[in-house]
Nanobody, 126 residues
Framework: QVTLVESGGGSVQAGGSLRLSCVASGYISGSEYMGWFRQGPGKEREEVARISTGSGRTAVADSVEGRFTISQDIAKNTIYLQMIGLKSEDTAIYYC???????????????????WGQGTQVTVSA
């Protein structure tokens, strides 16, 4: 099992920026997905962004398109979530997760992510 540790959360005013980091301890293959998820108060966990560790292909949720960017540093076993133009509705606990070896010809669902970090709180005040 791989341990994921997030950092970089905090409190910012609307319009501000944060960069989240997720460091993985253990082997990350070149054929899996890693993603960022969030869960706001009273809301279900939702996918924010994901990246293919092999191709580097990324995808982001419509709600954060143009504001959030996911990236990876393979040498550091780290993924990032750069967030700009933060809004109050972005307030949530942000989690990173990984699928492990991915051999399916479809994008992963939330249930496909097997290892999760402990989360980092992001609070955006209006």
């Amino acid at each position: 099992q791989v341990t994921l540790v997030e950092s970089g959360g905090g409190s910012v005013q609307a319009g501000g920026s944060l960069r989240l980091s997720c460091v993985a301890s253990g082997y990350i293959s070149g054929s899996e997905y890693m993603g960022w998820f969030r869960q706001g108060p009273g809301k279900e966990r939702e996918e924010v962004a994901r990246i293919s560790t092999g191709s580097g292909r990324t995808a982001v949720a419509d709600s954060v398109e143009g504001r959030f960017t996911i990236s990876q540093d393979i040498a550091k076993n780290t993924i990032y979530l750069q967030m700009i133009g933060l809004k109050s509705e972005d307030t949530a606990i942000y989690y990173c997760a990984r699928t492990g070896e991915w051999r399916f010809y479809r994008n992963p669902d939330v249930a496909d992510y097997k290892d999760w970090g402990q989360g980092t709180q992001v609070t955006v005040s209006a």
